[in-house]
């Protein structure tokens, strides 16, 4: 029987982004950035000088341009790093990223400097079908997988609902503002105890109901 499986996403999971990525508008860009209880990014961008909104067209290329320099500023969520390593004895660990391909060697290259060693896969849009994709080569006896937007957990439960979906919200900032996601398990928002819900079902080899 093949090892037991866990689908990870990294930004406010595995990394801290969104505090980083306002220090870094507002220095670079004198950019304010406030995300509300929507996580909405069209909203969340103003300039400093006036209190306007940025534009709609730039906030992709801001964070194309965040992505691109600045993932050296990006810190571990607390326990993630101890937490995967204990899994990784149980099972195999991949990274899924909603990052465009030509980051994927930066990414690469960041967690392995934090002592995150596993394979990273990117993405773009919704999660189910790469988690199909990624259930189908490795053919797991049981998969984890663990996100932070709602979204995702509801394209994974439509695509592959044999799959564990666990919420997770490494940010505060947003985690207090964030109800659990309605597709997801269960949510848990700190490592320490996260991984023991992961092996707890990794050890078990069911699939999710």
């Given at each position: 029987m093949n090892r037991p499986l866990l689908i990870t996403d990294c930004d406010e999971v595995l990394l801290h982004m969104v505090r980083h990525f306002g220090d870094w508008l507002g220095e670079a860009h004198a950019i304010d950035f406030a995300l509300g209880p929507n996580h909405n990014f069209a909203t969340a961008l103003t300039h400093q000088a006036t209190g306007e909104g940025v534009a709609a067209e730039r906030i992709w290329p801001l964070l194309d341009g965040f992505f691109a320099t600045e993932m050296a500023r990006q810190t571990l969520i607390p326990h993630a790093r101890e937490a995967l390593a204990e899994i990784a004895e149980v099972a195999d660990i991949v990274v899924l990223t909603n990052l465009r391909d030509q980051c994927h060697a930066?990414?690469?290259?960041?967690l392995e400097v934090l002592d995150i060693r596993h394979?990273?896969?990117?993405?773009?849009?919704?999660?189910?079908?790469?988690?199909?994709?990624?259930?189908?080569?490795?053919?797991?006896?049981?998969?984890?997988?663990?996100?932070?937007l709602a979204v995702h957990h509801a394209s994974v439960?439509?695509?592959?609902?044999?799959?564990?979906?666990?919420?997770?919200?490494?940010?505060?900032?947003?985690?207090?503002?964030?109800?659990?996601?309605?597709?997801?398990?269960?949510?848990?928002?700190?490592?320490a105890i996260a991984k023991e819900w992961v092996l707890?079902?990794?050890?078990?080899?069911?699939p999710a109901e």
């Amino acid at each position: 029987m093949n090892r037991p499986l866990l689908i990870t996403d990294c930004d406010e999971v595995l990394l801290h982004m969104v505090r980083h990525f306002g220090d870094w508008l507002g220095e670079a860009h004198a950019i304010d950035f406030a995300l509300g209880p929507n996580h909405n990014f069209a909203t969340a961008l103003t300039h400093q000088a006036t209190g306007e909104g940025v534009a709609a067209e730039r906030i992709w290329p801001l964070l194309d341009g965040f992505f691109a320099t600045e993932m050296a500023r990006q810190t571990l969520i607390p326990h993630a790093r101890e937490a995967l390593a204990e899994i990784a004895e149980v099972a195999d660990i991949v990274v899924l990223t909603n990052l465009r391909d030509q980051c994927h060697a930066g990414r690469v290259a960041q967690l392995e400097v934090l002592d995150i060693r596993h394979r990273v896969v990117c993405n773009q849009g919704g999660k189910g079908t790469p988690v199909g994709r990624l259930i189908a080569e490795y053919q797991p006896s049981v998969a984890v997988f663990v996100d932070d937007l709602a979204v995702h957990h509801a394209s994974v439960a439509e695509h592959q609902p044999q799959v564990w979906r666990l919420h997770m919200i490494g940010e505060p900032r947003l985690a207090e503002h964030s109800p659990k996601a309605p597709e997801a398990h269960a949510r848990i928002d700190d490592w320490a105890i996260a991984k023991e819900w992961v092996l707890d079902r990794l050890r078990a080899g069911e699939p999710a109901e």
